[in-house]
T-cell receptor, first 115, second 111 residues
Framework: ETGVTQTPRHLVMGMTNKKSLKCEQH?????MYWYKQSAKKPLELMFVYNFKEQTENNSVPSRFSPECPNSSHLFLHLHTLQPEDSALYLCASSRGGLPSQETQYFGPGTRLLVL | EDQVTQSPEALRLQEGESSSLNCSYT??????LFWYRQDPGKGPEFLFTLYSAGEEKEKERLKATLTKKESFLHITAPKPEDSATYLCAVQAPLSGNQFYFGTGTSLTVIP
């Protein structure tokens, strides 16, 4: 185990539903990340939080809304998603702080299917 | 534009048949290069971080090397349990916390 947990592991939702993904890290890290992984494509960075402050938002549609209440927890709130949003959503954490030589540790992911 | 390219896309090896995976990058400067292993339906598992050209790291049957333009992941006498997708990522100095990932090499080791 990497020390990063994600729930749920699988999620099926309709386009009008609202759901949330949860990530928790037990590594004492201060930076947390959301990635989207689709087949045959590189991991796409969505959001970065460093000491609870959002530092990156890579032009992600507003139907994805992140929340970071503390350095150990990260949420991704989902609403009115599209079928093309179906993917594996990965959470990661790293030591954080000033940009440095960072290693990210990933959770197991949430497999999302939008119908 | 910063870019990471991995080759081959897929590789099938007989058990015991050594080979290498390639990760080439065109980022403007390099803060770190990372190798991960990913099993189907799971998150990437960290393997190595390399920081400067000439650096090498080893773990069991895996050895990672780094030059100024590319990295190699050498697999010596692979076993079926080494079958997975191997991902490469780079962190560039001007990108803050941005990591650029390749699309991975899917390795299958046949008994």
């Amino acid at each position: 185990e990497t020390g990063v947990t994600q729930t749920p592991r699988h999620l099926v939702m309709g386009m009008t539903n609202k759901k949330s993904l949860k990530c928790e890290q037990h590594l004492g890290h201060n930076a947390m990340y959301w990635y989207k992984q689709s087949a045959k494509k590189p991991l796409e960075l969505m959001f970065v939080y460093n000491f609870k402050e959002q530092t990156e938002n890579n032009s992600v549609p507003s139907r994805f809304s992140p929340e970071c209440p503390n350095s150990s927890h990260l949420f991704l709130h989902l609403h009115t998603l599209q079928p093309e949003d179906s993917a594996l959503y990965l959470c990661a954490s790293s030591r954080g702080g000033l940009p440095s030589q960072e290693t990210q540790y990933f959770g197991p992911g949430t497999r999302l299917l939008v119908l | 534009e910063d870019q990471v390219t991995q080759s081959p896309e897929a590789l099938r090896l007989q058990e015991g048949e050594s080979s290498s995976l390639n990760c080439s990058y065109t980022v403007s400067g390099l803060r770190g290069l990372f190798w991960y292993r990913q099993d189907p339906g799971k998150g990437p598992e960290f393997l190595f971080t390399l920081y400067s050209a000439g650096e090498e790291k080893e773990k069991e049957r895996l050895k990672a090397t780094l030059t100024k333009k590319e990295s190699f992941l050498h697999i010596t006498a692979p076993k079926p349990e080494d079958s997975a997708t191997y991902l490469c990522a780079v962190q560039a100095p001007l990108s803050g916390n941005q990591f650029y990932f390749g699309t991975g090499t899917s390795l299958t080791v046949i008994p």
